[in-house]
């Protein structure tokens, strides 16, 4: 059987998914990607700043779904939209609740499949407008900046605030808080912070300002530079180490298996086993947060 190369021999031919091979799922990639061009105009760029991302235009999400059944939202028609309406569109219309984004995404490859070509705000009255099928992508974005970054990040807003107001009280307080206002306006939100070895942007630090400083992540952080702070200490670097959260897991994984000599084999060990080997000849003590 000769390969087949077109979309039109996949396309609206009853074929399943799943079972399409690798060439396929590669077409349908091309029109589930936001263009590169408009990707910056419709979601915050990861260099704006974790000011300017909270101020930046997102849609609302609707709360009333009157279209209940994927198959509402597709449509065979190309999309009838130009880049200038879709933006401005995009903007102003409530997105459909994440349920049901999460319905589209999982069936929008078969939809694809079946001949859709664009997806209609079925969940909105009024006139319809046939927009790209990557528009689902657009919806997802939206959905995860708000929840995992939006949320987050305004209720530390609001714990700034709050601090900056009670200079009487605590003028020490107030006036950190006004200098992390300053540097919320020069941090970019999506570039990975520098100065430490893991690789999480900037936004993540949103729990240093509130009650959840002592998050994992940012319990390596803060050990990360108190490391820092021991090795430039020439009376400190003799006898002081400072390790990760990861190591009291370790070191009680170590003590469960410690009758079947694990903890002297295993590979994965042995970094447990050279700081356990320097604490000793050095008389020195490690400092770890359990």
């Known amino acids: ?32 990607t936001i263009p590169q061009e408009l990707e910056f105009e419709l979601l915050p760029s990861p260099h704006l700043t974790i000011t300017k991302m909270l101020e930046f235009p997102l849609p609302l999400q609707n709360t009333v779904v009157t279209a209940t059944q994927p198959a509402q939202f ?70 995860e900046i708000k929840h ?15 601090n900056r107001k009670i200079v009487q009280r605590n003028p020490t307080c ?43 992540l940012q319990m390596n952080d803060m050990l990360e530079l108190l490391h820092c702070k021991v090795s430039s200490n020439p009376d400190l670097v003799k006898n002081t180490r400072v390790a990760g959260t990861a190591l009291l897991p370790k070191i009680l994984d170590a003590y469960r298996t410690a009758d079947t000599g694990t903890y002297w084999t295993a590979q994965e060990l042995r970094w447990i086993r050279d700081l356990a080997d320097d604490l000793i000849q050095n008389n020195a003590a490690v400092i770890i947060i359990s």
């Open 148 to 162: 995992d970054i939006w949320v987050p990040w305004r209720k530390s807003q609001d714990w700034v605030k709050h």
């Open 74 to 143: 597709f449509s065979t028609i190309i999309p009838d939209i130009s880049d200038k309406d879709l933006m401005l569109r995009t903007w102003r219309l409530p997105i459909p609740d994440s349920k049901t984004v999460n319905k589209l995404v999982a069936c929008s490859r078969q939809c694809w499949l079946d001949g859709s070509q664009s997806v209609i705000y079925s969940h909105l009255g009024g006139d319809v407008t046939h927009f790209p099928l990557w528009i689902l992508l657009y919806w997802v974005a939206v959905l």
């Open 1 to 32: 059987m000769d390969p087949i190369e077109n979309e039109v021999d996949w396309i609206a031919q009853g074929k399943v998914w799943v079972s399409v091979p690798p060439r396929v799922k590669r077409m349908a990639t091309e029109y589930f």
């Open 174 to 216: 107030a006036v950190l808080a006004e200098e992390t206002t300053l540097m919320l306006a020069m941090l970019p939100w999506g570039i990975p912070k520098a100065g430490l070895s893991d690789s999480e942007p900037f936004y993540s630090l949103w729990r240093f300002l509130g009650l959840h400083w002592l998050a994992g």
